[in-house]
Each structure stands twice: as C-alpha cells, then as structure tokens.
C-alpha cells in the first residue's frame, strides 16, 4: 500500500490482514494467490513468498531504502547512538551517497511508470553503481563484527532486490507510505488494548481496509461509510460497484438523501 501511487492505472486500493502473531505462516496464507511485487524490510517471514518454487509463481522482492539508510543513520547520528563519542565517517559517506538517491527521487516522485524509469537510468543509476563500488570497497577492510560492516552487509546480500526500482517504474524507492498508514495502528492499539478476539482482529482489519481505500482515493471516509450503510440495503446488487470508492461522489450522496 502507498500513499501516493506513481502509477494509477486501476483505482488505488488498500488492504489489510488481521494475524495474531508475526510467524511467516500469515503473509503465506495472506498472500497465496498473489504474484507481483512485494516491498517490504527484510523480515524473514516473507522469504517463502520469493521462493522460484511457490505456487501459483514466486513474488518479486523490492527492497525498501529507508530500512538500508536507517542503519547507517544511526552510525552517523550521535543523538541516536548514546555513548558513543564519535560518528562513524564511513556511515556519514554512506547516508550522504544515498541521500543523494533519495533526493532524485523526490523530484520524480507521482511521474507515471515509464517516465520515471527513464529518470532513474539516466540519474540514478551511476550514483547506485557508485555506491555499490564504494560499499564493496569498504566492506573489504572491515571486520564482519564491526557495526558498519553489519548495515553494509544488509542492503549488499540483497542488493539485487535493493536495484529492482531500477528496472521497474512502478516500485517505490521505499515503503514508508505503507509504515505511516501502520503508525496509527501501532499507537492506537495501546489505547485499545485489546481486538477481543481473532474475529474481532478480522473485522478491525476490514474497518482499516475500507478507510485507508476512501482516502486513497481522496474520499471523506465518515462521509462515504454513512452514505453507504444508509444506502446498501435497498442498492440493487447489479450496482454495488457504483458504491465503490472510486465510483462514488459526495454529490451523488446528498442527492440520494434528498430524494
């Protein structure tokens, strides 16, 4: 899920899985039919999901830059490394070098596909090459215990999932659309405490799917839910489609009410 598409060639849509642990069983089930791209942290939970052999086709892993520069941030940044008297200068280079990338992409950011591949093969493309040569070349005179050497190795062992953008205009840079739309999950079950039951969980998570697709697509979610709810009972089933998000229209609602 994103929150801003770079393409839009079918209306935007958002789901949500409810699962009562992290184990990777859940995004296997989750995702048993699907065979596109998966961006997503390095979470070994997913690993089945690129397996060549998975039925009906393997996922294609994109690798997510934020999680990669997080890393070496943390290096870099004394305020996020307590104790410690000195950032670490290879970190620096590394977070400058990927900035860079980041900074491209900005600027590309909502182009469509094709044109955003494009800008990549021409601008980003040398500087990931010369991140790479320089990442290689300093992973050799490091200990494998050494903490850079450890956020290098991560985005290094993956890179061809880390280099997929590259070749594919419609993966993101990173995921943190997806993680913000997570944010609030994570700080409002503090308040909840508890989903009361794995239905329950189910039903939160369908709740999230419908709000977070009405505001993809620039749609009052409490405006849409009321209309809808007041609506769908007497709705013939040949149109629910008109009900849909993307179909419906807060002026087409209050003409509904008024009749």
């Not at 039925?55 to 830059?65: D, G, L, Q, V, Y």
Request: proline share 5%; net charge positive; aromatic share 8%.
């Amino acid at each position: 899920m994103t929150g801003r598409l770079p393409d839009r060639p079918a209306p935007p849509a958002a789901m949500f899985f409810y699962s009562r642990t992290r184990d990777g069983e859940h995004p296997n089930r989750h995702l048993a039919g699907y065979g596109g791209i998966l961006q997503a942290d390095a979470y070994g939970g997913f690993n089945g999901l690129y397996d060549a052999k998975r039925s009906p086709r393997p996922i294609t892993e994109a690798a997510c830059w934020s999680h990669g520069r997080r890393k070496f941030f943390v290096l870099a940044d004394l305020a996020t490394a307590p104790g410690k008297k000195h950032a670490s200068p290879i970190a620096l280079e590394a977070v400058r070098q990927i900035d860079a990338i980041f900074a491209i992409e900005r600027e590309i950011n909502g182009l469509p596909a094709e044109q955003r591949l494009a800008e990549r093969t021409t601008r980003i493309t040398p500087l990931v090459s010369e991140l790479e040569s320089w990442m290689r070349g300093e992973r050799a005179r490091l200990s494998r215990h050494a903490d850079v050497a450890k956020a290098m190795d991560y985005m290094l062992k993956r890179w061809a999932a880390f280099t997929r953008f590259l070749s594919d205009g419609r993966i993101c840079l990173t995921n943190n659309a997806a993680e913000r739309a997570l944010r609030g999950i994570a700080i409002g079950r503090k308040n909840w405490l508890f989903a009361g039951s794995d239905r329950g969980g189910d039903r939160a998570a369908s709740i999230y799917t419908l709000i977070a697709t009405a505001k993809l697509n620039n749609i009052d979610p409490q405006a849409w839910l009321a209309d809808v709810l007041r609506r769908i009972a007497d709705h013939p089933a040949r149109r629910l489609h008109e009900l849909l998000p993307w179909n419906w229209h807060a002026s087409t609602a209050e003409h509904a009410a008024a009749a």
